[in-house]
């Protein structure tokens, strides 16, 4: 019986050990399973952070190249900027030149018409006298031109100069007689033909006018009357010939009409010889 009892005691005392080895085998389990649970955390962790902080890299680096870019064209856009506003500011400038010389061409010919009008009033007592014969020791003061072609009597005390023009070889030198009073350069000028001229300045505008007023009685002779122009002024009037015909076109007073149809019309320059 005592055996019995002593076999029974240590089975049972076997069956405690290995219980509690059990137990503890299966704690060591439980506790590996979670410390393997815990790892694996630890490592996905460290797995997604890795992941992560490439990913950080990855993008940093494309922002820098991406930033670069917007760089390169925030400096491109500047610089075309930059083009734009001097494109723009070199067409002003080019707009105020061309305002400028258009103003300025403006005011060329304004001094240019202010001078030849100047020119053409110093000359309003004169004519020029064309197809008088030339002699040898004249004295063109005292050519009875007046007397014997217009019937008229013109002192040499109305006259204030009156020589030989300069003519080319083989042409007979006009006459530019200055009269006294404009109004005898006037009558004379309305009778007129060509040889050397003589130019005439009268002492009157009175006396130019009444010399010029006859020049029509010289119709059929070779003398003509004409009026002491400047050289503008003679280019205007032979322009207006051409456009117009000789009947059509004439000076008075140091002026140049022309005649189209009923109108008659003041000229001043080329483009006036465009008639509407």
């Known amino acids: 019986m005592p055996e019995t009892s002593r ?9 405690n050990l290995i219980k509690k080895v059990v137990e503890k085998v299966l704690s060591l389990q439980l506790f590996v399973n979670s410390l393997v649970e815990k790892l694996k ?17 990855e993008f940093q680096e494309e922002i820098n190249i991406q930033s670069g870019k917007i760089k390169h064209l925030e400096e491109k856009l500047g610089e075309c900027i ?28 304004e001094v240019k018409n202010a001078q030849n009008a100047l020119e053409q009033y110093t000359r309003r007592n004169s004519l020029r006298i064309f197809g008088i ?3 040898k020791n004249e004295n063109t003061s005292d050519i009875m031109f007046c007397t ?4 008229l009597d013109v002192p040499t005390t109305a006259i204030d100069y ?6 080319k070889e083989g042409q007979q030198k006009p006459i530019i007689v200055k009269f006294i009073s404009r109004y005898t350069k006037k009558l004379v000028y309305s009778k007129e033909g060509q040889q050397k001229p003589i130019i005439v300045k009268f002492i009157s505008r009175y006396t130019k006018k009444l010399v010029y007023s006859k020049k029509k009685m010289l119709k059929g002779s ?11 002024n003679q280019n205007l009037l032979k322009e207006a010939s051409k456009r117009f015909g000789d009947r ?18 003041t000229v001043k320059s080329i483009s006036d010889l465009e008639i509407d």
């Open 248 to 265: 059509k076109a004439w000076s008075f007073e140091g002026k140049i009409y022309v005649k189209s149809g009923d109108r008659i019309k």
């Open 133 to 135: 014969p030339e002699n």
């Open 162 to 167: 009156c020589h030989r023009l300069f003519a």
């Open 222 to 232: 070779k003398v003509v009357i004409k009026e002491d122009l400047t050289r503008a």
């Open 41 to 57: 955390l630890e490592f996905q962790e460290e797995i997604n952070i890795q992941s992560v902080e490439k990913l950080k890299l």
């Open 148 to 151: 014997e072609k217009l019937n």
């Open 82 to 109: 930059t083009k734009t506003k001097y494109i723009q500011e070199t067409q002003t400038y080019k707009n105020e030149i061309k305002h400028l010389q258009k103003k300025l061409e403006e005011s060329d010919k």
């Open 7 to 15: 076999s029974t005691r240590s089975t049972s005392e076997e069956d």
